[in-house]
DNA sequence: TAGAATCAGTTGGAGTACAAAGTAATAATG
DNA sequence: CATTATTACTTTGTACTCCAACTGATTCTA
């Protein structure tokens, strides 16, 4: 039950630190969801999508959401399981996969509460335009340099 | 190869998905460094704290780090595989896990290009410090929110 | 048109992360 | 002092993420 003291760590590692942080917290949350609503970050960011744009297909979806295509096959294959979303691939190109969200899934998009989109609402709104740019500006900046 | 047009989303869903995708840059980033230099992201900051904090234990580790224990588990059992650091449990309290860095350990933190810290020093290079404010800020903000 | 190159998606393996449940050691309580 | 509670860490199970290698379908080319 020592209580921790606190240390100094540099600019850099501090920021890295705080980004971590950030980033535990997201999928901490994220996995909440599963639980509460029945389905993850992801997998909700995922539907969204979907559900905006029938008949997208799997590598698109990759792209819109800067994963690996290997990374969404898994995703894709909880929602299926789940009844969320369907795929079909009897299209012209019988490679590719044709996603569409069904009922049930538009069903849990429609409700938002307890959803990272809902936290990250209410953070945004405590910002002035200006500082959203900046904050915009230096997550790409970031992540082009990463 | 149709060379997907861009798509407008919503200013939440924008931002969430800036996060993210910054989020899986850093990841990406820190599974390169394995390759690299030996070590992943998480890996070399645990092994930065334990070079710092000589004896440091397994539990306090985790709350610097804000990570879950049982992630801790795994993180000092591949430090350990690899010979970067000693895990001892020969204290007053035996239930408690003491670590410590090896010479082949604090020779792979000698080596500081291509990590994650070095990209992050460059990028917080270009922000004014006003701007470096903010976006710590927002981090915070957000992290707390989650 | 047969063979090669490309493209779409999946599989397997490693790493990170959490929660819940388990083990062992220490502390607290009656 | 024996029982109970707490603490420290590990194990198990699920999810997300990447890369490398793979299968199957389509396109290009000689």
Redesign the interface.
Known sequence: M?S?PP?ELG???E????????????Q??SKKMLTTIGVTG?QR?AL?LIGR?PGLTAG?LA?????HPSTVTGVMQRLAERGLIVRRNDGPDRRRLLLQITSKGAAVLADKTGT??E??????R??TSV?TT???N??????R??
Chains 1, 2 share one sequence.
């Open positions: 020592t921790d240390i600019t850099e590692l920021f890295l630190s705080r980004l971590w942080t950030l980033d535990h917290a997201l901490k949350r992801p960011l969204r744009f698109r792209r819109l959401l800067h994963l990272i989109e936290a990250v609402h209410e953070s945004l405590a910002l500082e900046a904050v915009f230096t997550l790409d900046l970031l992540a340099r990463l």
